[in-house]
């Protein structure tokens, strides 16, 4: 029998990508990822859920933001505004501590997933932390409604990768030029990797 699709094929599909491990569990399936810039600190939680018969992946990106008793129903509505725009993942909520986290939980048809499925479904989850880092924040000390909130985010997000593509273009070159440098550490910017992830999502929602 085949080996079940698990923690090495990811490994693979990662290094593809380019991205670097924080850290790897293999006896709980678990590939963690740490991602740093303009949006903050925040992990990415990559694992195999076994359920009985059926086998899933799991994203996970925890502690995205906290939800209090301050201007709390409008919070719980902007995550849920969120939750219909996106197609891939979905906010959810702790009620014991107010953690927000997004998740995605994808079956493994076939006990597999393809690298192009996996690079969708992990492009388009980091597009969303990265878009919506700061919508709680906005609507609890920034005093905007929730859809002032939402059309903020959504708008410095799309700004914000207009400028890193017009960077990546006028530092292409010089890039070329300069000898390669050893790893650094284990934390990536999200901005190194968010402009290729949005041209290849716009380029499957066309």
């Not at 924040?137 to 002032?148: M, T």
């Not at 292409?172 to 990797?193: C, H, I, K, S």
Request: glycine share 6%; net charge negative; aromatic share 6%.
């Amino acid at each position: 029998m085949a080996d079940h699709f698990g923690i090495p094929q990811l490994k693979e599909y990662l290094a593809k990508m380019g991205l670097r491990l924080a850290n790897v569990d293999l006896e709980q399936e678990i590939i963690e990822l740490a991602f740093h810039g303009n949006h903050g600190q925040w992990r990415m939680i990559i694992g195999i859920q076994q359920s009985g018969e059926v086998r899933k992946l799991m994203l996970i990106a925890p502690h995205i933001a906290a939800v209090t008793k301050k201007k709390r129903l409008e919070c719980l509505e902007a995550l849920m505004a969120v939750n219909y725009r996106i197609a891939m993942g979905k906010f959810g909520l702790d009620l014991d501590d107010g953690e927000v986290r997004l998740e995605e939980a994808i079956p493994l048809a076939d006990d597999s997933v393809t690298f192009e499925q996996f690079q969708l479904a992990l492009g388009a989850m980091m597009q969303t932390v990265a878009m919506y880092h700061s919508l709680l924040p906005r609507i609890v000390y920034g005093d905007l409604s929730v859809l002032d909130a939402l059309n903020v985010c959504e708008q410095e997000f799309l700004q914000e990768i207009n400028e890193i593509e017009q960077k990546d273009m006028t530092t292409d070159a010089t890039m070329l030029e300069q000898p390669t440098e050893p790893e650094g550490p284990t934390e990536l910017n999200v901005n190194d990797v968010l402009a290729e992830i949005t041209r290849m999502l716009e380029e499957h929602t066309e």
